[in-house]
């Protein structure tokens, strides 16, 4: 991809592509493929399917996916995701059992009190913080890097967030905020490394160990900045203009971005059944789109499948927003 692509460009116009998520056979729908306000599609692909075994990449599936979207016209943003939010895990067996690794990933937690007494299992993170896993990583980042870069339009990381509680009777063995911090850091290194061309998205959204505004560690501002020293961009998981918790973390950060740094959000699912404190009223397609593009300056919207406001809301309003345009 060009420096000179409308995408990264100041003033431009967001690009909207479909988040199928791990349904990547949609891509051969009609309602996506001739919608021409539809840049591509966001696919989500696991470390522990592309690297089925130590040093041996399975690469098939995200190039059958990217041939057949550029013999439609479409670009392919991938989404790489090596947390889960159940009983999966989604890092190769090889981290699990190797003892070099610490269990490979870690076991995460939602907790709503302060004291986490009513923790309850959220699902599987990678070791981000551990040396040994990272470079793994790294390593799998480079190997994707020398098939695909330049070729998919771009690639994010998963979200920053991890729920390992408030009190540190949760935090997986090695852990901490500050270490984490750095392995984030890292991560966003290797990352441009192995995609020089191709745009790299952080999914940037909570830091552990701080709370915005009044717990202020550095950690998510540090993510930020570490992005724009790099040339990676940033972005989160929802799209969520009313809720508390991003209007005081990743949505004033993503709008205060400097020029030139890239950002994409994705519409998931419940997004589209918020409803604004203020009215009461539940959010549209437009009011969304029309903060992506007016407050956030997003370059890429990740719109998601929830029915009716797939076939509904957003596919036609897709079109409709592709013609008004220059």
Known sequence: MEETDSATEENAAPRNYIYFNRDRERISEPSFLENVGIAGA?????????EPERDRYELAPVLEDLAYLQQHGKRLFVQLQEVSFDERVNVPDYLVSDPEFGGG?????????????????DGHVARRWDPAVRARFAKFLQALGGELDGRIEGINLPETAVGFGETGSLYPEGFTPAEYFEGIKEIMTAARSAFPTSIVIEYANFMPGEALPAEDNGYL???????????VGVGGPDLLPHRQGQRTHSLPLIAARAPGVPAGMAVQWGNLDDVAPTTGLQVTVEELYEFARD???????????????????????????????P
């Open 295 to 325: 407050s956030l300056r997003l370059n890429y919207i990740f719109w998601g499948v929830q029915e009716p406001y797939y076939s509904n809301d957003v596919l036609p309003f897709l079109e409709n927003v592709s013609r008004s345009q």
């Open 42 to 50: 966001h696919l989500k692909y696991t470390w522990r399917e592309l």
């Open 221 to 231: 501002r540090g993510v930020y900045e570490h992005a724009e020293a790099t040339g």
């Open 105 to 121: 990933v870690a076991r995460q937690y939602e907790t709503e009190r302060s004291d986490d007494s009513d923790a309850s299992f």
